[in-house]
C-alpha cells in the first residue's frame, strides 16, 4: 500500500509558475516509477510528465515539454513537477500515481495506482 499526497496547487496568472510536490509514503517508493496527470472538468485524466525510480529517464506530454521539469527525491520519498509558463490550458486538478505495471506504457493511466487526492491548479488570463 502506498499514500500520495500532492501539493503546491493554487491560483496563478498566465505565464506564472508552480512546483507541485508528491509524498508518498508505504511500500518502497524508491523502486517505482512515477507519473503526473491532470484532469479538467469535463475531461478524462491527461498524463503530463513521468519519471523512472531512479530519475535517470523523464517523459513529457507535448503540451509539458519546454515548460515542465518532473524531478524526484528517493530519501524523501517525493516527486516535484516544476511548471513554469502557465497558460490557462494547464488548469486541472493534477494528480501524482504510482506506476505498478508497463503494460500500458508511462502515458496510460490504466497503468497506475495509488493515486493522491489532487492539488488544484488554476490559471487566469
Known amino acids: 500500500q502506498v499514500t500520495l499526497v500532492e501539493s503546491g496547487g493554487g491560483l496563478v496568472q498566465t505565464g506564472g509558475s508552480l512546483r507541485l510536490s508528491c509524498a508518498a509514503s508505504g511500500r518502497t517508493f524508491s523502486v517505482y516509477s512515477m507519473g503526473w496527470f491532470r484532469q479538467a472538468p469535463g475531461k478524462g485524466r491527461e498524463f503530463v510528465s513521468g519519471?523512472?525510480?531512479?530519475?535517470?529517464?523523464?517523459y513529457y506530454a507535448d503540451s509539458a515539454k519546454g515548460r515542465f521539469t518532473i524531478s524526484r527525491d528517493n530519501a524523501k520519498n517525493t516527486v516535484y513537477l516544476q511548471m513554469n509558463s502557465l497558460k490557462p490550458d494547464d488548469t486541472a486538478v493534477y494528480y501524482c500515481?504510482?506506476?505498478?505495471?508497463?503494460?500500458?506504457?508511462?502515458?496510460?493511466?490504466?497503468?497506475?495506482?495509488?493515486w493522491g487526492q489532487g492539488t488544484q491548479v488554476t490559471v487566469s488570463s
Open positions: 500515481g504510482v506506476l505498478t505495471t508497463r503494460d500500458y506504457g508511462m502515458g496510460n493511466a490504466a497503468g497506475y495506482d495509488y
Open positions: 519519471i523512472t525510480w531512479s530519475g535517470g529517464t523523464t
